[in-house]
């Protein structure tokens, strides 16, 4: 790549970052206490222990629980995995750590921030449950939306991380169903 290709490209990522933080400052501005106590009740929907409880949940349901639940695990489980070898490798900060006054509104479980470990999860769920159940899958993907939605509100990540975390956690999920 010659010099003015790669300083071309270079001006558009660092474009493309600036974009990003300014999105999320604006998401944020946006900030009522009823909104941060649902998005902090998704966000919790999303940790694992939400998502054990969403499992047992589904199994005492449904009929073919022990089925969703295996797509349930196999999906968290390739999300959690490719998410967290790509936060490794990628080590983007968290936004409180990189924009100068801003502050997460809850703790974060992790320093890094690209891709959202809480996005990739939740779709992955939901994509997994989708290839076996159209409509519960389209109720997981709708909380997965929520879930990932959240993040940013919360101010845990920015909206490309998001972005990322959903097509991995759609790839992932797809590849957690073939498996089954």
């Known amino acids: 790549?010659?010099?003015?290709?790669?300083?071309?490209?270079?001006?558009?990522?660092?474009?493309?970052?600036?974009?990003?933080?300014?999105?999320?400052?604006s998401v944020r501005r946006w900030e009522h206490r009823w909104i941060r106590r649902l998005m902090k009740a998704l966000t919790r929907a999303g940790d694992t222990p939400g998502w054990i409880v969403h499992g047992l949940v589904l199994a005492a349901l449904l009929e073919s629980g022990s089925h969703v639940v295996a797509l349930l695990a196999?999906?968290?489980?390739a999300g959690t995995i490719t998410c967290q070898l790509l936060k490794r490798v990628c080590r983007r900060a968290r936004p409180d750590a990189a924009i100068a006054g801003f502050a997460a509104t809850l703790e974060n479980p992790d320093v890094f921030s690209f891709p959202s470990g809480h996005s990739t999860v939740a779709f992955a769920v939901g994509t997994a449950i989708a290839t076996a159940d159209p409509v519960l899958g389209a109720l997981e993907l709708t909380l997965a939306s929520a879930i990932a939605c959240s993040r940013v509100v919360l101010g845990a990540h920015y909206p490309l991380?998001?972005?990322?975390?959903?097509?991995?956690?759609?790839?992932?999920?797809?590849?957690?169903?073939?498996?089954?």
């Open 74 to 77: 196999a999906g968290a489980g």
């Open 161 to 180: 991380d998001v972005a990322a975390g959903i097509v991995l956690g759609i790839g992932s999920g797809l590849a957690a169903s073939w498996f089954f």
């Open 1 to 25: 790549m010659d010099t003015r290709a790669a300083a071309a490209l270079q001006t558009g990522i660092d474009r493309l970052i600036r974009w990003d933080a300014s999105v999320l400052v």
